[in-house]
């Protein structure tokens, strides 16, 4: 009997106090913490786990950077998410929140001054600098340090910032137009403005104010600024994606967090040179995935802890004979922690994306004020960040931590080189083993949740009131489950489509994507860097899965994937894509695009040069909502219902069938709702070695797909998560069926179009659709119900809890 395990949203908040409990009574062992904070472990949809120790303090959305004051009483908080961005303070005595203040756009400069009575705070995309006054832990704006013209007349955003009180300097660097900015804090004036060679992320002042350290976020250095002699006197190699840095009080070392590799750069300040690398992950030479963006030495500095957001905890290095550090373990945190502080015996820790995934029951209405639809709850601001606060902990209190890391991360590195599997199927268990099958074919498509579409189907988990586009509209998406595998515990890795294509096309969205997005979908700016294009700072550092087909000799084509007015966005694509595919457009049909992919397909089969990997856009289900002459949400579903149908049958009755798989995936789930878990989306596995009639109740991700390329491909992982990840080898039998798929005609017409003028269909007509997700997603969410419900009908929320983990039904499957 196939069981079902839920982790109840909730059960979380009780991890939130166990530690200080625990630690706080004598008698209690380093066992008794670290099992209770086990059986209260809380599973991710990512398939990775959280068992946060410390009490816990709510945040904002999406903290990122963190000032202490100079004497320690009082922390303030930057919170840089979709939703409201704020500053929250914190009282270190009572450890409560004294203030939240709501600030209109932000980024992660932040300073406090040092009599503690003005707090400057980066206005992003405002292109300025905030001045507070503070008084006792409560806040008021006094006034600004104006950088430049609001976005978008100027393409500033201030980043980090330090300030040096002695010298009446304000210090900003910037990531739009990569500056530094000199500041009188007195008279609020801007001195000068100094080009830097890239982005930039944070600046640092050395301990005798001589000297300005920065971080250059898009170019792999730090640069060294010399104040006196204004100029750049050193220019440091680091790793990819340098963010957080800290320096030690005698001004010797300087230790530099690498986002972008699994690494914490230490320099020797004298001799201008890096000198160590840490390696911050769980298993040596991991690939991407750790994301270390945040640092702190210990008050005594003997020890520095490094905040690894996407591995969930902190790696704790014993640094006291320098360049010759060792590993003493790791602690357990949140979800994505961004920053990290040891302060009075203390350690504070900032989870970017709060304790777990969680429900929404008040999610938009049709009835809802302005005001209350901007506190309805959207999957962009839902994750709201948090506060752990722990003391310090012993040495057999660290090893019981370390444990629980090992135990809440699923890679490792016997798991990268041979993945679960079993023999004879047709997807290998490590790189380098042949398959039966040679050519993938790789479906992305829009937004869609699993009960969006499959909800109706009684076969699956699934809630039929959510159900918006049931088999009537989606005849070929129900046939293609029910006669191949019907997977209803799929997840995908993203929030949005800022970070799904990355995590669709690479297993890993870069802490500049994570860190970025939120602003650019909250409407504060800036500008859609995710899909490729000139920003190579939002590149994983080893490229795109074309980029791994590229240097494995793997054959590769794109079909409207990270492709732009007829353009590859990336040069891995360039010779590897059909120009005359296009590309994201919701005024041109789907099954226009698989017609034209016939042609190409039919010329490239006649010279025997079909591409081994094949990647296809198919994107009308994204709808235009309710614009004028658009086609109706049903038409375009319906469409891209049809344009897949379409493609598997044509494919299927094709000489290299025998020999291919094709896989589909939403490259988000942002746009509905769904019963069980926000990231539940529509993926289907077909071809003749999938499984016929076969319901897999199995936990599988993006990557999980991604991972079962690789391995048909003979590609390794992109990303640990894509290495721990679970292949969908469950779907797969070792014997073919060579039957081909048998389209389902549309029953609604394609060319149905919205007609009806009412407040929904203007909306419709005002909103920008010609690139993804420029929109604010709850409001289009409800024009898409309405548009196919009626009017009148009020859309239900959107319902989000933990995750959920199956038994795989057939046992005998298991190794």
């Known amino acids: 009997m196939r069981k079902y395990y839920f982790f109840p949203t909730l059960l979380v908040l009780a991890v939130a106090c166990c530690l200080m409990e625990c630690t706080s009574n004598r008698q209690s062992s380093k066992q008794d913490a670290v099992s209770i904070l086990r059986n209260k472990r809380v599973l991710l949809p990512n398939g990775w786990s959280l068992t946060p120790p410390g009490v816990s303090l709510p945040l904002g959305d999406l903290p990122l950077n963190v000032a202490v004051s100079a004497s320690g009483r009082w922390m303030a908080f930057t919170n840089n998410g979709q939703g409201t961005q704020s500053i929250s303070v914190l009282s270190r005595e009572t450890e409560t929140i004294t203030d939240q203040v709501t600030i209109p756009k932000s980024w992660v400069g932040l300073a406090f001054s040092g009599d503690e009575k003005n707090l400057y705070a980066s206005g992003g995309n405002d292109n300025l600098i905030r001045v507070y006054s503070h008084a006792n832990g409560k806040l008021t704006e006094n006034g600004q340090i104006v950088l430049g013209e609001p976005w978008p007349k100027q393409k500033i955003s201030p980043a980090g910032l330090c300030l040096d009180d002695a010298a009446q300097r304000l210090y900003v660097v910037t990531k739009e137009d990569s500056a530094l900015y000199t500041c009188d804090p007195l008279t609020r004036q801007v001195l000068r403005r100094e080009p830097l060679p890239a982005e930039a992320y944070t600046c640092l002042l050395s301990p005798d104010k001589s000297s300005l350290y920065i971080s250059l976020w898009g170019g792999e250095k730090v640069l060294v600024y010399d104040i006196s ?395 235009s909502g309710l614009r004028i002459g658009a086609a109706t949400p049903q038409a375009a579903v319906a469409d891209n219902d049809l344009a897949l149908g379409e493609f598997v049958a044509y494919l299927s009755k094709s000489p290299i069938w025998k020999e291919s798989v094709v896989f589909v995936v939403e490259d988000d789930a942002q746009n509905g709702p769904d019963h069980v878990d926000a990231h539940r989306s529509v993926a289907l596995v077909i071809g003749p070695y999938v499984k016929r009639n076969f319901v897999d109740h199995t936990m599988y991700s993006t990557t999980s797909m991604l991972r079962t390329m690789e391995l048909i491909l003979g590609l390794p992982p992109m990303s640990q998560y894509d290495a721990a990840s679970t292949p969908m080898w469950r779907c797969f039998n070792n014997t073919p069926d060579l039957s081909p798929y048998v389209v389902r005609q549309s029953n609604i017409d394609l060319n149905q179009r919205n007609v009806a003028v009412n407040k929904h269909s203007k909306r419709s007509g005002e909103l920008n659709l010609t690139v993804p997700d420029a929109i604010d997603d709850i409001e289009f969410s409800e024009i898409v119900w309405k548009g196919v419900k009626g009017i009148d009908s009020p859309m239900p929320a959107p319902r989000r809890s933990a995750s959920v983990r199956a038994q795989p039904e057939d046992e005998e499957d298991d190794d």
């Open 229 to 623: 002699k204004r100029t750049i006197s050193a220019q440091i190699t680091v790793g990819s994606h340098p963010n957080d840095m800290v320096v030690t009080k005698d001004g010797k070392f300087l230790f530099v967090a690498n986002g972008n590799e699994n690494t914490v750069s230490v320099i020797d300040l004298g001799a201008k040179k890096v000198v160590e690398t840490l390696t911050t992950s769980l298993f040596p030479d991991a690939p991407a995935g750790s994301t270390p963006n945040g640092l702190a030495l210990s008050e005594d500095e003997k020890i520095v802890y490094i905040a690894n957001a996407d591995n969930n905890c902190l790696a704790v290095f014993d640094v006291t004979e320098r360049g010759e550090s060792r590993s003493l373990g790791f602690i357990p945190t949140g979800w994505y922690p961004t920053l990290v502080r040891e302060v009075g015996g203390k350690i504070y820790i900032a989870n970017g994306k709060g304790l777990s995934s969680l429900a929404n029951p008040e999610g938009p209405q049709p009835n809802m004020t302005p005001a209350e639809r901007a506190k309805a709850q959207y999957i962009g601001s839902l994750f709201q960040g948090n506060l752990s606060i722990l003391p310090v902990p012993n040495e057999e209190l660290l090893k019981g931590f370390t444990q629980l890391v090992y135990e809440n991360t699923p890679y490792t590195k016997e798991r990268e080189a041979r993945a679960e599997g079993k023999a004879g199927n047709p997807i290998p268990r490590a790189v380098g083993e042949p398959s039966p099958i040679k050519y993938v074919f790789y479906v992305v498509k829009e937004n869609r949740t699993y009960d969006q579409i499959f909800g109706d189907m009684p076969e699956g988990n699934g809630d039929a009131s959510l159900c918006l586009f049931p088999e009537k509209n989606t005849p070929n998406h129900h046939a293609l489950a029910r006669e191949y595998v019907l997977l209803d515990n799929f997840y995908v890795n993203a929030e949005v489509s800022a970070d799904g294509h990355n995590w669709s096309m690479a297993g890993y969205a870069t802490d500049y994507v994570e860190k970025t997005w939120p602003t650019n979908y909250g409407g504060r700016g800036g500008t859609y860097d995710y899909e490729g294009g000139p920003r190579t700072i939002a590149y994983p550092k080893d490229g795109f899965i074309w980029d791994y087909c590229q240097r494995a000799g793997v054959s590769y084509r794109s079909y409207g994937e990270f492709v732009h007015q007829g353009k590859p966005t990336i040069k891995a694509l360039e010779n590897h894509y059909d120009p005359n595919y296009r590309a994201y457009d919701l005024s041109y049909k789907d099954v226009d695009r698989v017609e034209r992919w016939k042609v190409d397909f039919d010329s490239l089969l006649a010279a025997n040069a079909v591409p081994r990997f094949n990647t296809l856009r198919l994107a009308n289900d994204h709808t």
